[in-house]
């Protein structure tokens, strides 16, 4: 404990003097890297962009060719594979856990069609898993058909949960958090959409870090961070989408995705456990709208994630979503996670974030409407 303690406060005190009489800014180095092909110099660029909230550095190409990502086989992919899906109407009462009496009486928390039970492979002391409803499958675009109502109801369930956690003053009831592994290349076992309800005392390393950097920029500038960097994406324009409500999203300027990722900030909530009906509805937009922008480069898995602070009134920090697209490469359908970023903890992008926000910034104007589902 001594250990992790005495590394926070380095941390803590290194980004303190980065955040030293500073707002919020945007770091990159630059670097060209000089070849021959074909008996014909050649330079490609290289941006090494730092996070500007926590350092953490990000590797930026924006290779030339176009974006468009080949079709899968989806009809191959999901031939036969709800036949013995635990999710399904005809499995799920059958196989799937419940939650002992002193945290859920019912075992389960159940609205219409979507179901909150306890996860068989527990990821912490409270790990549940979050079925989006009866459907095997819903296509990319099938989020937006309702305009994000159904991700909405979703995201009430698990703040259900959450809220349930907090009355009774669970030990795990501290760190908040969803996400949501959608389709195979996510990493996701299961095609039967669902997410993961994590409420737990020991927060992952980037909820950890992000906590720490937005606590140290707080206490320097008496701002949060949240709010600056969406205030200072939409002032610049250079990768801000658009605004939903109380949301506000933007491309990320130091990606974890191959093709970038997508940030919505909720204005005002520091915490999930602040997140009123109308927000949750303005995140479920945005996540539908995000859907269908990936979708139109031929995107057709991503992870969600969402989390916020530890506490109602913590003025460092705020909820947000980020969505983060995942393909497969090449002919052998390989991952996109590479070793760069599973031995070092550097993430790759092919595309800049400033030419994704061109191809999906319609997606987020006010008059767009719910694309067609195919």
Request: aromatic share 10%; hydrophobic share 40%; glycine share 8%.
């Amino acid at each position: 404990m001594q250990m992790i303690c005495s590394r926070g406060a380095r941390y803590a005190a290194a980004r303190l003097g980065l955040f030293r009489g500073r707002s919020v800014s945007f770091k990159a180095t630059v670097k060209n890297s000089a070849l021959i092909v074909g008996g014909a110099p050649q330079s490609f660029r290289v941006e090494i962009r730092e996070d500007p909230l926590t350092g953490r550095t990000s590797r930026v190409f924006n290779f030339p060719s176009k974006l468009a990502l080949p079709s899968p086989d989806l009809d191959n992919l999901l031939a036969g594979s709800e036949k013995h899906c635990p999710f399904c109407p005809a499995n799920i009462s059958k196989v799937t856990p419940s939650f002992g009496p002193e945290i859920l009486p019912q075992g389960i928390l159940q609205y219409k069609d979507l179901r909150l039970f306890p996860n068989l492979m527990p990821y912490d002391g409270i790990s549940a898993v979050l079925t989006l409803g009866d459907a095997h499958f819903v296509s990319m675009l099938g989020w937006a058909v309702d305009n994000g109502k159904r991700i909405a109801r979703a995201l009430s369930v698990a703040m259900e949960f959450f809220s349930i956690l907090n009355s009774l003053k669970h030990s795990e009831s501290v760190h908040n958090l969803l996400w949501w592994n959608y389709m195979p290349p996510s990493g996701g076992s299961l095609v039967h959409p669902h997410m993961q309800v994590f409420a737990t005392s020991t927060p992952p390393n980037r909820v950890r870090e992000e906590l720490l950097a937005a606590e140290t920029y707080y206490a320097q500038s008496r701002r949060c961070f949240w709010e600056d960097l969406a205030e200072e994406e939409a002032r610049s324009g250079e990768r801000f989408l658009g605004n939903i409500g109380e949301t506000r999203w933007m491309m990320s300027f130091a990606p974890s995705g191959m093709i970038g990722d997508i940030i919505g900030v909720v204005r005002d909530a520091p915490s999930v456990l602040e997140l009123s009906p109308r927000m949750l509805l303005d995140l479920a937009v945005g996540i539908s709208r995000a859907a269908a922008a990936y979708e139109s480069v031929g995107v057709w898995s991503f992870n969600l994630s969402l989390l916020g602070g530890t506490s109602r009134g913590d003025n460092s920090t705020r909820v947000r979503v980020i969505f983060t697209p995942r393909i497969v490469i090449g002919g052998f359908n390989s991952s996109d996670c590479s070793a760069m970023q599973v031995s070092f903890g550097e993430a790759l992008s092919l595309k800049s974030p400033e030419e994704l926000q061109k191809l999906f910034r319609p997606f987020f104007s006010a008059d767009a409407s719910p694309p067609a589902s195919r």
